[in-house]
């Protein structure tokens, strides 16, 4: 009798916000610096991306306030819910982001966390300048334009 292999959920929590407020300009994919509880919670689907954002402090790339529930069955070790956790970038990549947001506007913003297909915790962050008010209006407007077009498209028949 064959064993079926169990595929794991995947895991794909993103930033909705962030694309609606944020004009995103270049993206990065980042390990993250965890302990064992962090990544049990975030295979688990609990963490959130609500009000986070990345800077960069001698030399490190950092996100603030990511927020990874407390793992159900940790014990006294559990970790802290709302920490500073340390992303892993190469030198170059963290030079480049510290160049890009000296400049007026421009800020380093968490897109998406995932597990990769190693099993390892990676975010997604973006190089990001903020929308004006108007923009904001003509990306809603665009999305319900195609909306109605995917609509329309959906129940013509040929």
């Not at 990549?93 to 966390?113: H, K, N, Y």
């Not at 297909?117 to 809603?140: M, P, V």
Request: hydrophobic share 35%; net charge positive; proline share 2%.
């Amino acid at each position: 009798m064959a064993k079926k292999e169990i595929k794991p959920a995947r895991i794909n929590i993103k930033n909705r916000r962030a694309e609606f407020d944020y004009l995103v300009i270049d993206r990065y994919t980042a390990g993250i610096v965890l302990t064992g509880t962090e990544v049990k919670s975030i295979r688990a689907g609990k963490a959130g991306l609500v009000d986070t954002y990345c800077y960069i402090h001698n030399g490190e790339i950092w996100v603030k306030n990511m927020y990874i529930a407390e793992y159900s069955f940790g014990s006294y070790n559990n970790h802290a819910t709302r920490s500073d956790r340390k992303l892993l970038l190469n030198r170059k990549e963290i030079g480049a982001l510290q160049d890009a947001t000296r400049s007026p506007g421009f800020t380093i913003v968490p897109l998406r966390l995932f597990i990769d297909e190693n099993g390892r915790a990676k975010l997604s962050i973006g190089l990001c300048r903020g929308k004006k008010e108007y923009d904001k209006r003509a990306t809603l407007r665009d999305k319900a334009d195609r909306r109605e077009v995917d609509r329309v498209m959906k129940n013509k028949s040929y």
